[in-house]
């Protein structure tokens, strides 16, 4: 009895311990009027670093980021950037000197992209699937590791 309680909280500890058993750490989240469904994550990455402007339907693509020390946003850009918040950071560096591109708008909190994107036609963030709502339309993302 005592080993099958132990063997359970292991099992309970390493659930917990373990993001891809809880599911998606975020969501992508577009306008309602977006009529994008699904996104391969290439695609996805090209948007985040402003490489893809325009929306297949002809609105210009805004990508909105949160600050650098959200956690969400760490794993966000370590998923889909392929690179850490101080990689990202310092390609933005580069790329206003080079380009004259400044980075993607950046907002504090779930509340506060949820409105943007809500506001914005062509507006496309990532939150915490607990946090969406009918204000906005989720977006799925193929290839995703």
Not at 38 to 62: C, D, G, N, Y
Request: overall charge positive.
């Amino acid at each position: 009895m005592t080993r099958r309680l132990w063997l359970a909280g292991l099992l309970v500890f390493l659930w917990a311990a373990c993001p891809s058993a809880q599911g998606p750490e975020f969501v992508i989240i577009v306008n309602k009027v977006n009529p994008v469904k699904t996104l391969p994550a290439s695609e996805l990455r090209r948007i985040f670093l402003k490489q893809s402007r325009m929306w297949p339907h002809a609105e210009p693509m805004v990508p909105v980021d949160w600050e650098s020390t959200s956690a969400i946003r760490q794993v966000f850009s370590r998923q889909v950037l392929n690179r850490s918040v101080r990689e990202v950071a310092e390609y933005w560096v580069q790329q206003s000197m080079t380009q004259g591109l400044n980075p993607p708008s950046t907002q504090r909190s779930a509340r506060a992209v949820m409105r943007f994107v809500a506001s914005v036609p062509g507006a496309i963030s990532y939150v915490s699937p607990a946090d969406v709502d009918d204000t906005v339309a989720v977006v799925r993302i193929t290839g995703l590791k």
